[in-house]
């Protein structure tokens, strides 16, 4: 029996009337669930698939930083949680880069066939591409062993297996730990919104929301980009479009300030970003060759 006793919660005992209880939130009037009520619950938990997604991929895609706006001044029950979000188009974003077969790391670095009119030169331009490529090797190697002893040992046993081999362990890698790297992100994104706003009057909890919701449009439309097929080559450049003035647009809508002073800081936010995520991708890649 899954009822209770009249205006008695079944989960924490208290006094209740109505169909919620005010201490724990649980529902009062209880039954077995059918299987549609239990896949719906159990979808809307983990993928966030509900009614509340739509309205917030409504301000999320199409009103830049009004989501964000929303959240701070209160009206938050109607719409998806931040961080649920975020999880919600991250995990989307990496799913479809890694069964889509796009190749993010590649290992293969044999120059092109020659040309009839270059037959002479390409054998001496690959060797010289080699030549260059193991003294890179070599200085990477290098720098591994004065960061760490075994290091460098590692760098040149991982160097030493054939191509298709780095390949897999590279992606294998990737795909596990650049979704983590990806988020622990986050907190830098915040911090540089921060330093970028100082004496506007914003927490740091504020700069981390916008953040949030920010990298949850770039995977949301990232994501769309890799799922439309590639012969949609406007629409593909109305998102990029899109893209690039999203973001200086949020960025006005919440914090406010003049046009000038917004892009330039735009261009500062979106360049110290790429930065840090290039440095997140090489890390990323580095441990798969020293772990």
Not at 67 to 85: A, K, S
Not at 162 to 188: C, D, H, I, N, W
Request: charged content about 15%; overall charge positive.
């Amino acid at each position: 029996m899954l009822h209770a006793a009249p205006g008695t919660c079944p989960n924490c005992f208290a006094e209740t009337a109505g169909n919620f209880c005010h201490q724990c939130s649980q529902e009062t009037t209880l039954h077995p669930p059918s299987t549609r009520e239990f896949l719906h619950e159990f979808i809307g938990h983990y993928v966030a698939l509900e009614g509340k997604l739509w309205k917030s991929l409504w301000l999320l895609m199409l009103r830049p930083g009004l989501l964000t706006l929303e959240y701070i001044q209160g009206r938050r029950v109607r719409y998806v949680q931040p961080l649920r979000l975020y999880l919600t188009f991250s995990l989307i974003f990496f799913a479809l880069i890694k069964f889509s077969g796009l190749n993010f790391v590649e290992t293969d670095r044999a120059a092109p066939g020659p040309s009839i009119t270059a037959q002479g030169a390409a054998p001496v331009k690959r060797a010289r591409l080699a030549n260059d490529e193991n003294e890179t090797y070599q200085d990477a190697g290098k720098f591994a062993e004065q960061l760490h002893a075994g290091w460098g040992a590692r760098m040149e046993k991982f160097l030493e297996l054939p191509k298709e081999e780095m390949g897999r362990q590279l992606s294998k890698t990737f795909f596990s730990y650049a979704p983590y790297a990806m988020f622990a992100l986050m907190p830098v994104f915040a911090l540089l919104l921060k330093l970028l706003y100082l004496g506007s009057g914003r927490r740091y909890g504020a700069h981390l929301l916008f953040a949030l919701h920010a990298n949850a449009f770039a995977f949301a439309l990232l994501a769309l980009q890799i799922a439309l097929p590639s012969g949609w080559g406007f629409v593909h450049f109305i998102l990029l479009a899109w893209m690039a003035i999203y973001l200086p647009l949020a960025l006005r809508r919440v914090y406010g300030g003049g046009w000038i002073l917004t892009l330039l800081r735009w261009m500062v936010l979106s360049a110290l970003h790429a930065i840090c995520i290039a440095l997140a991708i090489v890390a990323t890649l580095g441990w798969a060759i020293v772990a």
